[in-house]
């Protein structure tokens, strides 16, 4: 690995006053420009920021340095990003916020099927990636105050059961992984069966967000958790959103 795959943030007194001083961020990109940019705004934000510029130092940096949050190019030489979210989630979950020279939603599937949390197109906004990384990276501590919560046991759906505390979900007896923001979603829409709610909810929501342009990253996240659950469990109203099904009358959290 090379000096820029190792070298860590230089924050000041400035940066350790930040939100994010104490949160580490691995940047894995091949192209030394966008390397550097990123990384220096990460850094001006706070955070403790590593880089990498291929799949094979990525994994490494990810095991020895055990970030907070990967932010994970897609194209990369001795392994693609796919690989590099393959591995990386196998030794640890972490969210990963992949980014994508082509505006392909396949690719984008492909990429929330191995684990990634979200996913940006090139060329991208700055000010919009490091949002995202804080969206990311607060959903983590979300998580686990929702495992303390009143609704922190198990929702019971027909055969989809729903474990708050321990962030697990079956399809009937069996374990189905979902990634840290497929699980949110999840919840959200479990937390009021049967209810419409709208594209610019949910990213409200699950992602925090109140730019309705965000809103194709709703549709993507629904159609990675249908292939995992059941398409039939998360019923489409064009025009307004998605209600997950149920049976009634609406469980209770148990």
């Not at 995202?132 to 929702?146: C, D, G, S, Y």
């Not at 474990?163 to 697990?168: I, L, M, S, T």
């Not at 497929?182 to 594209?199: G, H, I, K, M, Y």
């Amino acid at each position: 690995m090379d000096h820029r795959n190792t070298t860590q943030s230089h924050g000041g007194t400035a940066a350790a006053a930040s939100p994010g001083a104490q949160r580490r961020i691995l940047v894995v990109e091949d192209d030394p420009t966008i390397t550097e940019a990123v990384a220096a705004r990460l850094r001006a934000e706070g955070f403790q920021v590593r880089t990498a510029g291929d799949g094979p130092a990525a994994v490494e940096a990810a095991e020895v340095w055990q970030p907070d949050l990967l932010v994970l190019d897609v194209m990369l030489p001795g392994f693609d990003g796919l690989e590099v979210c393959r591995r990386v989630q196998a030794q640890r979950p972490v969210p990963v916020l992949m980014l994508t020279a082509r505006d392909d939603e396949t690719d984008m599937l492909v990429g929330l099927g191995v684990g990634a949390d979200d996913y940006m197109t090139k060329p991208f906004s700055m000010r919009e990636l490091v949002a995202r990384a804080h969206v990311l990276l607060r959903r983590v501590e979300r998580a686990t105050i929702a495992a303390s919560s009143p609704r922190s046991g198990t929702l019971r759906l027909g055969e989809l059961e729903i474990d708050n505390a321990q962030r697990r979900v079956r399809v009937s007896g069996r374990d189905v992984h979902l990634t840290p923001t497929e699980f949110d979603l999840l919840v959200c829409l479990a937390n009021s069966p049967r209810a419409v709610l709208s594209r610019e909810q949910l990213l409200a929501e699950v992602w925090d967000w109140a730019d309705a342009s965000g809103t194709r990253t709703v549709d993507s996240h629904i159609k990675a958790l249908r292939r995992k659950i059941g398409a039939e469990r998360i019923r489409t109203v064009h025009g307004v959103g998605y209600a997950l099904e149920a049976p009634a009358p609406a469980p209770d959290w148990t």
